[in-house]
């Protein structure tokens, strides 16, 4: 069975120093990993996947993943953060017997403070 | 291109009642899933579609629970009757296609709270 375990509930960091979050895979088969943004109130927003091909993978505002298969691994990273990046994130592998629908992580809380 | 569109977005509701919430997917997504999310839980898949057919309802806690797709734009999962412990968010999201790399997109989710 695919599943992800993200390491930290919660992850706080002062602005524009970098952060990684980080996520743990386990799967039998090939794995297609995500992460998603939820900011308050929200709904789920893609940042970025990993598919295939280059294990460094950039996605919007800013963040990047590493996929690692020797450490079954794919970690967020941001360089710099910003307030805005105050949010619930969270690591996402396919399930490919159940029309590709994503498995989740129980979530990471950023927190940005000044 | 408008998103995946979730109403109501707040609902509170008390033990007992029936409660339905409805989804309109992007158009032209072929797959439909209901998810619900809970600080206990996290995010887990109820059920999804596939062309409006029900493919895997095996996520639904219990007979309570049911969902719908009578067409391609309008979804609905129903809880008759309402408990306490049914309060979570429930986002529907959709995709396009069945395959790896096909990203779901996801509605604001539907918060309910069942007093």
């Known amino acids: 069975a695919q599943s992800v375990t993200q390491l930290d509930s919660q992850v706080p960091v002062f602005e524009e120093a970098p952060v990684e979050l980080r996520c743990n895979y386990s799967s039998s088969v090939s794995v297609y990993l995500f992460w998603y943004v939820q900011y308050p109130n929200q709904g789920l927003q893609l940042l970025l996947k990993?598919?295939?091909?280059?294990?460094l993978v950039k996605g919007i505002n800013g963040f990047e993943a590493e996929f690692n298969k020797s450490q079954t691994s794919f970690h967020l990273r941001k360089p710099s953060v910003h307030i805005s990046d105050t949010a619930e994130y969270f690591c996402a592998v396919s399930r490919p017997n159940s029309g590709y629908a994503l498995n989740f992580g129980k979530g990471t809380s950023l927190l940005v403070t000044p | 291109d408008a998103g995946v569109i979730q109403s109501p977005r707040h609902e509170v509701t008390e033990m007992g009642q029936e409660v339905t919430l409805r989804c309109k997917p992007i158009?032209?997504?072929?797959?439909l899933f209901w998810y619900r999310q809970t600080m206990m839980r996290g995010l887990e898949l109820l059920i999804y579609?596939?062309?409006?057919?029900?493919?895997?309802d095996s996520g639904m806690p219990e007979d309570r629970f049911s969902a719908k797709m009578p067409n391609a734009s309008f979804s609905t999962l129903k809880i008759q009757p309402s408990e306490p412990r049914d309060s979570a968010v429930y986002f529907c999201?959709?995709?396009?296609?069945?395959?790896?790399?096909?990203?779901?997109?996801f509605g604001e989710g539907s918060w309910l709270t069942v007093v």
């Open positions: 158009s032209g997504h072929d797959y």
């Open positions: 579609f596939n062309n409006n057919v029900p493919i895997d």
């Open positions: 990993y598919l295939s091909g280059s294990t």
């Open positions: 999201a959709s995709s396009l296609g069945g395959a790896s790399g096909n990203t779901i997109y």
